[in-house]
């Protein structure tokens, strides 16, 4: 570590700061404003013939951005999470000994408390004149080039911290995603919504079709899931007596990493007892619009090169009729496995042909229909055997009454009518089993406790997730759900995939130690708990 010339010497004046006394990294050092709202405060200044206020004195902070030093004089940029201002100090205003020590060892990159006045220069910048000036913290490491910025994407993404001090339309970007929580959390709360917290680790993957993360709970010697999604305990809260419940939380899910896709996201999901999913339609497109509202975007919204139509009513079409209309497929072939099988081969995708009528609808789908969805799309009406959990419909056993919303070509939400008959859902978990028996990896698994809680009676209810990352995505016009979540998930560097294997390697070592001690001590308190009955 800090091995590099340049490290070396800012460390050599971290310690010239020691020797004169102060340290490079004090504490119970505070600021009284932001930058920004000092700006707001004293932009009369500008406007004043004499362009100062020295009757002020508050102390600002931020990292120094640029650094000019004139002589006796210093102008600089400092520039905090709300935006950047020019400093002005001398070396009347700091002395003479102090002055040399700042204007020899400090740099950009540092964090500085400044507390003066403000004032306006003569090329007419607002400033803030220094009284004082403290060292807040010593940077050890140069920031990249002025100039040439932080541009490398893999570098923006594995150092988040540094993309933010050099990008400030990143940190922007970021605390707009935590508006749009708080704006997506304030709606469900104001229509009778409680948000909850349910569990991350799970005894059982299920919720979802996905191939689940397994960890090891050391004290109970078992293996525990980290949550696919918390579907089946939102459900169990209803069953509970709750009738209208949320969560905003983490999803885990081991699979591959693309555009749209990181192995942990955050979604939020909620279940309204004696609704309907096409209440929740109506629900998730009102949703949309006060986004829109509160966010000032507009009714057309530009994504990757796509203008998205917001004005119109949400269309609404069954998958069947998707197929036809968006896919341009005839009614008989989307209904016939032997020709969907013919027509998937035609185009050069490769399909299982075990699978089920429902699954090879849903290849269907996702060749020919899913990027044509532009303006949102509610499509309805899934077939059952792709939807494990939903509610049959009474017309028609073969279709799910469930729906997925479609915006850019993209999924974005998920929602229907609740199955809450537990003989049908009980029988829909053993074709899960069996499913997986043969090969489905993302099959669910039997959660006999879930069918337990719906044999005390859940009513009628409607339920719905929607992935954050995407809607996120979706309003901020970004193609990556990188560009969203802070740390994404990156592959391992070269260097550190040889030490990661072999911590794996130990850890794998540990695992079956500590599950052959933990199965050691059940067997004995098994042993000890008979003994006690006898």
């Not at 009284?32 to 100062?52: G, L, N, T, V, W």
């Not at 290849?363 to 509610?378: H, I, Q």
């Not at 998920?414 to 899960?432: A, M, S, T, V, W």
Request: negative net charge; charged residues 30%.
């Amino acid at each position: 570590m800090f091995q590099s010339q340049l490290e070396q010497q800012k460390i050599i004046k971290a310690n010239e700061f020691r020797s004169a006394g102060i340290n490079p990294y004090p504490h119970f050092l505070s600021k009284e404003i932001s930058i920004a709202k000092f700006r707001e405060k004293f932009s009369y200044i500008k406007d004043s013939e004499i362009k100062r206020d020295e009757s002020v004195n508050l102390s600002l902070a931020g990292r120094l951005k640029l650094l000019r030093v004139a002589g006796k004089s210093t102008f600089a940029n400092i520039e905090d999470e709300s935006g950047s201002l020019q400093i002005y100090f001398n070396k009347d205003a700091l002395g003479d000994e102090f002055y040399t020590l700042v204007k020899k060892n400090l740099e950009v990159g540092d964090i500085v408390l400044a507390i003066g006045y403000p004032f306006v220069t003569n090329t007419g910048e607002f400033s803030l004149h220094l009284r004082e000036l403290k060292l807040a913290a010593k940077a050890i490491t140069p920031l990249p080039e002025k100039f040439h910025g932080l541009s490398d994407i893999e570098t923006r993404y594995r150092k988040r911290y540094l993309d933010m001090i050099m990008n400030g339309d990143i940190r922007r970007d970021f605390a707009l995603r935590s508006r749009i929580v708080s704006l997506v959390r304030k709606f469900f709360e104001d229509k009778g919504f409680l948000e909850v917290e349910t569990p991350m680790m799970h005894p059982i993957a299920g919720g979802a079709n996905a191939k689940p993360f397994i960890t090891h709970h050391n004290a109970l010697g078992v293996d525990r899931y980290l949550r696919i999604a918390p579907e089946l305990h939102l459900k169990r809260l209803i069953v509970g007596g709750f009738e209208a419940v949320f969560e905003i939380n983490r999803c885990f899910r081991n699979e591959g990493m693309d555009l749209t896709h990181n192995p942990e996201f955050t979604t939020i999901e909620f279940y309204w007892a004696y609704h309907n999913y096409k209440d929740l339609m109506d629900l998730t497109e009102n949703l949309l619009q006060i986004l829109l509202k509160e966010l000032n975007l507009g009714q057309i919204l530009e994504f990757d090169g796509l203008k998205i139509d917001f004005s119109k009513p949400f269309e609404r079409i069954s998958y069947q009729n998707a197929l036809i209309k968006y896919g341009n497929l005839d009614e008989n072939l989307i209904n016939d496995k032997e020709r969907i099988l013919a027509k998937l081969k035609s185009e050069g995708v490769e399909v299982n042909e075990s699978l089920d009528l429902g699954h090879l609808q849903a290849e269907l789908f996702d060749t020919f229909v899913e990027d044509k969805l532009v303006n949102p799309t509610f499509i309805t009406d899934f077939p059952i055997s792709i939807s494990p959990l939903s509610r049959r419909s009474e017309a028609n056993a073969e279709i799910a009454e469930r729906f997925e919303l479609f915006i850019a070509g993209k999924e974005l939400a998920n929602g229907f009518n609740e199955l809450n008959d537990p003989l049908d859902q009980y029988e829909r978990f053993k074709k899960q089993v069996e499913a997986k028996r043969a090969g489905d990896e993302e099959a669910c698994e039997m959660d006999e406790d879930f069918v337990n809680a719906l044999a005390y009676a859940m009513p009628p209810t409607a339920g719905e997730g929607i992935g954050i990352d995407r809607l996120v995505m979706l309003l901020l016009g970004k193609k990556s759900i990188r560009d969203v979540i802070l740390f994404p998930a990156m592959r391992p560097l070269k260097s550190e995939q040889g030490e990661n294997s072999a911590k794996a390697l130990n850890f794998n070592e540990n695992l079956s130690e500590n599950s052959a001690k933990n199965s050691s001590k059940n067997e004995n308190f098994k042993e000890n708990l008979a003994q006690k009955k006898e």
